[in-house]
C-alpha cells in the first residue's frame, strides 16, 4: 500500500516533495529483504490471471486448465491475450505485456519463433522476460513416483538467469561473413540471481548450491559471475557453495545426478542444464517452471517446448502444465486448491494405465484429466462445505 | 546405380580438391610414421601400452616420440618445439596423450597452443555403448563433430564498464562451411546415415543462422546423406532420454563442448572415450581427452582404454580398417570378460596386464 502511495506521489507533486518521498520511500525500503509484490489484482475474492495459450499443445492444455479449475471452484479467472507468432508487429506481444503488468502473474504456452525471419524479429518469449525483468527462472525437477526412468530418486532445483547472458539478441555483422554475437555478464543482475537462490535454498531447507560456469575459457564473464556468487555465499555460511564447469557438470549429470541439490547458472547453461535434468525426471510433459520477477510471475513448463507435432491429437501430457498452474495458485496463496489438484495429480500418475505416450503410456489428454477431475471430486470438499 | 556412384565418386575428388580434406590413406605395404606425444601423469605408462599392443597386432606404425613443453621462441611469443613442430608437419598424424596445464607457468593452455600450431579446426568424438562396461544408457552410437577454433571461445573479452562484461562469440562463414564439409565427408567415410545441425538460432539468429545456411548449403552437395536441424535444448532432452535416435551430430564450438561431454558420460566418462583432432593440411592428431591423474601416475594402474580407441580411430583414419577393427575387438573383448579389469572399470588389475590380456588376445586372432 505504502509503495503504491510513494509511487502515485512521485510523478503528481514533483521534486519539492521529493525528499518526503525519498523518506517514505525509505521507510518502506527499509522491510526489504522479502520481495515486495504490487496488490494482487482480486476483485470480488477472485483472481485475474494472464493466460497466454501460444502455439502448438498449448492452448489445448491450457483449455484443460481452464476446465479444471472451473470444476474445482478455484477462485481464478482468466484474460485471455492471444499472441500471434507469425505477425511482425510487436503489437500483440506488448498487449500481453500490458496484460501482465495489470494483473502480476500469468500462465503461458510457447510462442513459437521462427528462425529463418530476419533478426530484428525477436523471440516473443523472450520479449516478454526482459520487458518484464523476470529474472530467474526457476525448474524444481522432481523424479515422479508412477514414471520409469534410469535415474531413481532425483531432486534437484534448478535456477537460471533469465533476462542476460547469450539471451541479450545483440549481434552484428561487421564484416561480411563475420558475425558477432555478444554475451553480456552484468554484477547486478549476478549478484541478484545469486542471491535469489541462497534465499530459495534456505527457505526450502536445502543445503548446497552449485554454480555452474566456464569461467576457464569465459574469464572475465563467467568469471565475474563466479565472484558474484562467490560474494553472496559468504553471507549464508549455513549453506555450502561450490562450483562446477557446464561440460563436467552434463557428464555427472547423467552418470552421478544425486550429487547435485541446487544449482544457479547463467542463461545459456540454464538451457542445457534444465534440459537434460528434465530428460533425466521423464521427459517435457512432467516439469513445470516458474519465472520470477521483482512485480511479476509468470508460469510455463519447464522446457519451453511447443510441440507442434503432437498438437491437437489429444496425446500431448498435461501434467507439467497443470503442475504449473498449482505453482501459480501457491503465488497467489491459494495453497488447498493447489495441494488437492497437486495430490489429484499425483494419484493418476501412479496408474500407469493413464501414462500418456511420452512416458511410454498409451493414455489420452482427456483420459488423465478426467481421472484428475474424479479424484478432485472424490476427495475434494463439496461445494455446500465450503 | 553405377550413375549415382559416378556422380559421388566425382563429387567425392572435386570436394576433396577444393577444400584438401584429407582423403583416406592406404598404406598396405609402407609403413607409416607417426608422431608419438606421451605427455604427463599417466602420460608414458598409457603410451607404452598402446605401442605393446600395436606390437602385438603387427600394424605397419613407428612410432617418432616428441615432447611438446612450450618454449618461449623468438620474439617472446610462446610455441612448441621446432623438433616437434617438424616432426608432426612431416608425418601429418599424431597421437597424444593428456598434457598438464601448469597454472602460473605464463604460457597458455598447450592444447590452445596445439590447436593454434595446426589449425585443428574439428574435434571429433565418437561414442560407443562398451559391452562391458555398464552404464544406464546401452544403445549410444553416435560421433560428436565440434568447430574448434572460434564461436563462443573466442577469448574476446571486455569490461564495458564497471560491473558489465561483454564476451564476443564469433561465427564466420570460411569456418562453418569447413566444419559441415568435414562432417559430411565423416559421414560419408564412414557409412553414417545422417547429420544433424545443433543450433540455437530462435535466439542467436545471426549468428547460428549463419551456421545453420552454410551447413544447409553443403547438405545440397551430399544427397546421399541425410540433413536436420535441432535446437540444442531439444537435442539435450532427447539424447538424455533416447540417445539412439543421433547419429552424426555437427555443431559451434561450446555447443560442442557441452555435448560431447554429455556423450561421453552417456558411454562411462572420459576414461573410455576416443577423440580426434582434424586440421587444415591433413595434420591429424588423435588423444585421450582425460586428465593426466597425477595421484596414479606411474603405479601401473592407470587404464589405456581412451588412449587405445583414439589410436584405433587414428588407424581407421589412415584406412588401416583391418588393424582398427583386431585391435578394438580386442580391447572390447577383454573389456566384456570382466576377468581383467583396471579399478576405474570395476575390477583390480594392473594396467600392464590389462594391456598383456588384449595383446593376447590380439595374437589369437591372427
Not at chain 1, 113 to 121: D, F, Y
Not at chain 1, 250 to 262: A, E, G, I
Not at chain 1, 363 to 377: A, D, K, P
Not at chain 2, 239 to 256: E, I, R, T
Request: with cysteine; hydrophobic share 40%; aromatic share 6%.
Amino acid at each position: 500500500m505504502m509503495a503504491t502511495l510513494t509511487k502515485a506521489f512521485k510523478p503528481i507533486l514533483g521534486r519539492q516533495l521529493g525528499n518526503t518521498a525519498k523518506v517514505f520511500g525509505a521507510a518502506v525500503n527499509s522491510q526489504r529483504g522479502k520481495p515486495t509484490y504490487p496488490p494482487p489484482a482480486k476483485y470480488g475474492g477472485r483472481h485475474t490471471v494472464t493466460l497466454i495459450p501460444g502455439d502448438g499443445i498449448g492452448p489445448e492444455l491450457l483449455n484443460h486448465v481452464r476446465e479444471l479449475f472451473r470444476f474445482s471452484c478455484v477462485p481464478v479467472d482468466f484474460e485471455v491475450v492471444h499472441v500471434n507468432s507469425a505477425s511482425t508487429s510487436e503489437d500483440d506481444i506488448n498487449n500481453a505485456i500490458m496484460a501482465i503488468r495489470r494483473n502480476g502473474v500469468a500462465l503461458k504456452g510457447n510462442v513459437e519463433t521462427n528462425h529463418t525471419m530476419p533478426p530484428n524479429h525477436k523471440s516473443r518469449n523472450n520479449l516478454l522476460r526482459t520487458s518484464l525483468d523476470l529474472y530467474a527462472n526457476m525448474m524444481h525437477c522432481q523424479s515422479l513416483p508412477g514414471v520409469q526412468t534410469r535415474h531413481k530418486n532425483i531432486d534437484i532445483i534448478i535456477i537460471r538467469e533469465n533476462t542476460e547472458g547469450e539471451y541479450s539478441s545483440l549481434e552484428h555483422e561487421s564484416v561480411s561473413g563475420v558475425v558477432e554475437s555478444l554475451k553480456i555478464i552484468t554484477r547486478n543482475n549476478s549478484l541478484r540471481i545469486a542471491d535469489y537462490a541462497f534465499r530459495l535454498a534456505r527457505d526450502k531447507g536445502r543445503r548446497r548450491v552449485t554454480a555452474v560456469h566456464k569461467a576457464n575459457i569465459m574469464k572475465l564473464g563467467d568469471g565475474l559471475f563466479l565472484q558474484c556468487c562467490k560474494e553472496v555465499a559468504s553471507g549464508y555460511p549455513d549453506i555450502e557453495f561450490d562450483s562446477m564447469i557446464v561440460d563436467n557438470t552434463t557428464m555427472q549429470l547423467v552418470s552421478k545426478p544425486h550429487q547435485f541439490d541446487v544449482m544457479v547458472m547463467p542463461n545459456l547453461y540454464g538451457n542445457v542444464v534444465s534440459n537434460v535434468c528434465a530428460g533425466l525426471v521423464g521427459g517435457p510433459g512432467l516439469v513445470p517452471g516458474a519465472n520470477y520477477g521483482r512485480d511479476y510471475a509468470v508460469f510455463e513448463t519447464a522446457t519451453r517446448n511447443t510441440g507442434k507435432s503432437i498438437s491437437n491429437r489429444n496425446i500431448a501430457n498435461p501434467t507439467a502444465m497443470l503442475l504449473a498452474s498449482c505453482l501459480m495458485l501457491d503465488h497467489l496463496k491459494l495453497h488447498d486448491y493447489a495441494n488437492m489438484i497437486r495430490g489429484a495429480i499425483l494419484t493418476t500418475m501412479n496408474e500407469t494405465r493413464l501414462h500418456t505416450v511420452d512416458i511410454g503410456g498409451q493414455g489420452t489428454t482427456s483420459e488423465v484429466v478426467q481421472s484428475i477431475m474424479r479424484i478432485i471430486q472424490s476427495g475434494g470438499p463439496l461445494t455446500t462445505e465450503i | 546405380m553405377a550413375g549415382n556412384a559416378w556422380r559421388s565418386t566425382v563429387s567425392h575428388v572435386m570436394g576433396a580438391i577444393k577444400t584438401q580434406s584429407p582423403l583416406p590413406r592406404t598404406f598396405s605395404r609402407g609403413i607409416q610414421t607417426v608422431t608419438l606425444i606421451p605427455g604427463d601423469g599417466i602420460g608414458p605408462e598409457i603410451s607404452t601400452a598402446v605401442m605393446k599392443i600395436f606390437e602385438a597386432a603387427k600394424a605397419p606404425i613407428q612410432w617418432e616420440e616428441r615432447n611438446v613443453t612450450a618454449i618461449k621462441g623468438p620474439g617472446g611469443r610462446w610455441m612448441i618445439p621446432p623438433e616437434a613442430k617438424e616432426s608432426m608437419n612431416k608425418n601429418k598424424i599424431g597421437l597424444k596423450g593428456p598434457l598438464k596445464t601448469p597454472i602460473a607457468a605464463g604460457h597458455p593452455s598447450m592444447n590452445l597452443l596445439l590447436r593454434k600450431t595446426f589449425d585443428l579446426y574439428a574435434n571429433v568424438r565418437p561414442c560407443v555403448s562398451i559391452e562391458g562396461f555398464k552404464t544406464p544408457y546401452t544403445d549410444v552410437d553416435l560421433v560428436t563433430i565440434r568447430e574448434n577454433t572460434e564461436g563462443e571461445y573466442s577469448g574476446i573479452e571486455h569490461l564495458i564498464v564497471d560491473g558489465v562484461v561483454q564476451s564476443i562469440k564469433l561465427i564466420t562463414e570460411e569456418a562453418s562451411r569447413r566444419i559441415a564439409e568435414y562432417a559430411f565427408e565423416y559421414a560419408r567415410n564412414n557409412q553414417r546415415t545422417s547429420v544433424t545441425a545443433v543450433h540455437k538460432a530462435n535466439i542467436m539468429r545471426m549468428s547460428d543462422g549463419l551456421f545453420l545456411r552454410k551447413c544447409r548449403e553443403v547438405a545440397e552437395n551430399y544427397k546421399d546423406v541425410k540433413f536436420t536441424e535441432m535446437y540444442l535444448d531439444t537435442v539435450c532432452l532427447n539424447m538424455v532420454q533416447d540417445p539412439s535416435h543421433f547419429d552424426v551430430l555437427v555443431m559451434p564450438n561450446l555447443y560442442g563442448d557441452i555435448l560431447s561431454d554429455l556423450c561421453a558420460g552417456l558411454i562411462g566418462g572420459l576414461g573410455v572415450t576416443p577423440s580426434g583432432n582434424i586440421g587444415a593440411n591433413g595434420v591429424a592428431i588423435f588423444e585421450s581427452v582425460h586428465g593426466t591423474a597425477p595421484d596414479i601416475a606411474g603405479k601401473d594402474l592407470a587404464n589405456p582404454t581412451a588412449l587405445l580407441l583414439s589410436a584405433v580411430m587414428m588407424l581407421r583414419h589412415m584406412g588401416l580398417h583391418g588393424h582398427a577393427k583386431k585391435i578394438e575387438t580386442a580391447c572390447f573383448d577383454t573389456i566384456r570378460d570382466e576377468k581383467v579389469l583396471t579399478k576405474d572399470l570395476g575390477g583390480n588389475a594392473k594396467c600392464s596386464e590389462f594391456t598383456a590380456d588384449i595383446c593376447r588376445r590380439v595374437q589369437d586372432m591372427d
